[in-house]
């Protein structure tokens, strides 16, 4: 599994269900996510079984630990997407609210893409940004994305934020 400077990662398991909906059911967290509102305990389930399913196959969300003191700062990874009848893969994100500002986005993100690029042997990531999530946007630039187009994400207008490598 991968590391960062300041963060280790690990897989979900049945376990973290709490962790996980410590973040869903926070309200700031959720803003620019999915439709934008805390999910139930229900909808936190499901994510954690499809993320559990997903992280079988080396894809996926992982949760991001701080080396120093193990507190999680969120989670990232690899998420398949079917983007207009198109399998992509997205740079996913998330930082746990008191730890947003630090630089714990692009951590993640650049360790994700590094990833992909290099040892998955992707040729093209994306990542799906809210118009206003201006932090995400900002964190996707940093990593060497550029905006591509505007799609309709679940009802809700979403910037596709894309890098290339040539063969």
Not at 94 to 103: I, S, T, Y
Not at 124 to 133: A, G, M, P, T
């Amino acid at each position: 599994m991968i590391e960062t400077k300041r963060l280790f990662f690990r897989r979900y398991t049945q376990n973290d269900i709490e962790l996980l909906f410590g973040m869903t059911s926070d309200p700031n967290m959720m803003r620019y996510i999915r439709h934008g509102k805390p999910w139930t305990k229900e909808e936190t389930l499901q994510s954690l079984e499809r993320y559990i399913s997903w992280n079988e196959k080396e894809m996926g969300l992982y949760l991001a630990f701080s080396k120093d003191d193990g507190k999680m700062m969120g989670h990232s990874g690899l998420i398949p997407q079917d983007i207009e009848g198109k399998n992509e893969v997205e740079v996913g994100y998330w930082v746990v609210k008191d730890f947003w500002g630090k630089g714990y986005g692009y951590e993640q993100a650049s360790a994700w893409k590094d990833y992909g690029l290099n040892l998955m042997k992707q040729r093209r990531l994306i990542s799906l940004i809210q118009h206003q999530n201006i932090g995400s946007i900002k964190v996707a630039q940093k990593n060497g994305m550029k905006y591509e187009k505007d799609i309709d994400l679940n009802g809700k207008c979403a910037a596709v934020y894309s890098i290339e490598v040539s063969e």
